[in-house]
């Protein structure tokens, strides 16, 4: 998964644990055993998500240091095929920017 589909999924969960916590919040005066136990295994589910959520979040930022130190690295061991690539890159996205 891309970096910023992953954030785009991690911010959709933040705001699914925000509305969940709010619409608890909202039905806290309802005193019905069905309201009571729904926010329950709201609650629950919630702090599921939290926790699975900040599993996640240290997972991709390991994944992403380790990327970075694995291009730092290969960037030492070959400069000259680094810096080609980077002009290569450079030349295309100038040619493409060009045609607008």
Request: hydrophobic content about 45%; cysteine-free.
């Amino acid at each position: 998964m891309s970096e910023p589909s992953t954030r785009r999924l991690m911010d959709d969960l933040r705001a699914v644990v925000s509305d969940a916590e709010a619409l608890m919040a909202a039905t806290a005066n309802d005193a019905s055993d069905r309201a009571k136990d729904a926010r329950h295994k709201a609650t629950e589910s919630v702090e599921k998500a939290r926790a699975r959520l900040e599993q996640l979040e240290s997972e991709l930022k390991v994944r992403a240091k380790a990327a970075a130190d694995d291009a730092t690295g290969y960037v030492r061991d070959n400069p000259w095929q680094s810096l080609g690539v980077a002009a290569a890159i450079g030349v295309v996205l100038g040619v493409l920017l060009g045609r607008r």
